[in-house]
């Protein structure tokens, strides 16, 4: 039988026995809202909330706090015998029923006791995987009722409920965070903030897929700065970033970014011929010039050459397209950089 199905049972056969205290409560309606708490999706503060609401309905004249982790001890300052006995159930692990001699036992244990309207005491820890994280705290104020061993029974499966969904719903929101960052690190490069070669494979074996069926034409661009001669110079990383940036600001939403390689960028532009592609081209490479880039507070003119070439006029599949690109591209340079060439 499933771990919950047990828990169920063993919940249901204490709240009957505890139910016959509070003639006044439906038992069905108590123990459906009960089940709602593992039942439901919530976040931590609803959980919190719908165990605190559970409780109250339980307990008639009892104050009830939930305090789950180091933050509701920061947040609950002014609570001060609440936050003083959940650090000491934390620390005991135990839960601690007191019925008559508050004073005396707050004093013993040097802790800020409680209003004077106050009759009982019942504080049960909320573990997790063996771990205290938190308490559950009742504060009776009724003159005749008392809290026994089946109470803190009731609490103490409320807590393990609570502590189980709260911290697992935890732990799977931070698995998919980490899932997702892990695909955006995959998928993106790490320097410039955009996808990265391997996306950019995925994306144009898609893209020349979709050309070769609706019969459209698609171009390529690759981009390299002009380094000059030493290729590679002071600032390089910044002035990638900066030209990642620029050529993002001047292409059509419907263009695809990525770094190529180590110096290089390519956009794939989507069903553009080729006058229209090298139009592109060019209006990158005139905002690239136009945009200084700033280092160390000095401004440096950038240029790029640019190599582009068309599907299905310039290759006819994908292998041949990038290898043509890489022609056109070393023709810019050797003609001089600064400019756009196509094949």
């Not at 459906?32 to 503060?45: C, E, F, G, N, P």
């Not at 706090?65 to 920061?74: A, P, R, W």
């Not at 990638?240 to 390519?266: C, P, V, Y």
Request: aromatic fraction near 4%; proline fraction near 3%; charged fraction near 25%.
């Amino acid at each position: 039988m499933p771990a919950s199905s047990v828990l169920d049972n063993i919940l249901s056969v204490v709240i009957i026995k505890l139910m016959k205290r509070n003639q006044d409560t439906p038992l069905l309606h108590s123990l459906s809202i009960i089940r709602r708490v593992s039942m439901r999706k919530h976040t931590l503060q609803q959980l919190r909330r719908e165990v605190e609401k559970v409780l109250r309905k339980m307990y008639r004249s009892t104050k009830v706090s939930v305090i789950l982790g180091e933050l509701d001890l920061v947040r609950r300052k002014k609570a001060s015998f609440e936050n003083d006995l959940a650090l000491l159930i934390a620390k005991s692990r135990k839960a601690i029923i007191v019925n008559k001699g508050i004073d005396v036992f707050c004093r013993r244990r040097r802790i800020t006791p409680p209003q004077a309207s106050i009759r009982g005491i019942m504080g049960v820890p909320c573990l997790y995987r063996g771990e205290s994280c938190g308490a559950i705290i009742l504060l009776s104020k009724g003159r005749d009722d008392s809290f026994t061993n089946a109470d803190a029974s009731v609490v103490a499966l409320l807590a393990e409920r609570l502590t189980s969904e709260a911290f697992c719903e935890q732990a799977i929101a931070q698995v998919h965070k980490l899932v997702e960052e892990n695909k955006r690190l995959c998928l993106t490069d790490t320097l410039t903030n955009i996808p990265n070669r391997h996306f950019f494979d995925l994306i144009l074996e898609l893209e020349v897929k979709k050309a070769k069926g609706y019969t459209r034409q698609l171009s390529l661009a690759l981009i390299t700065p002009d380094w000059g001669r030493t290729r590679r110079m002071p600032g390089s990383s910044a002035q990638l970033i900066h030209l990642a940036k620029t050529i993002k600001r001047n292409i059509r939403d419907t263009d695809f970014i990525a770094r190529f390689g180590q110096d290089e960028f390519m956009v794939i532009l989507p069903e553009a011929l080729n006058e229209s592609a090298v139009n592109a081209a060019e209006r990158v490479r005139k905002a690239i010039e136009r945009t200084p880039f700033v280092y160390r507070g000095k401004k440096k003119k950038v240029t790029i050459s640019v190599g582009v070439v068309t599907y299905p006029s310039s290759a006819e599949n994908l292998e041949g397209l990038l290898e043509q690109s890489a022609k056109a591209l070393n023709r810019a340079i050797q003609l001089g950089r600064n400019q756009v060439v196509s094949l």
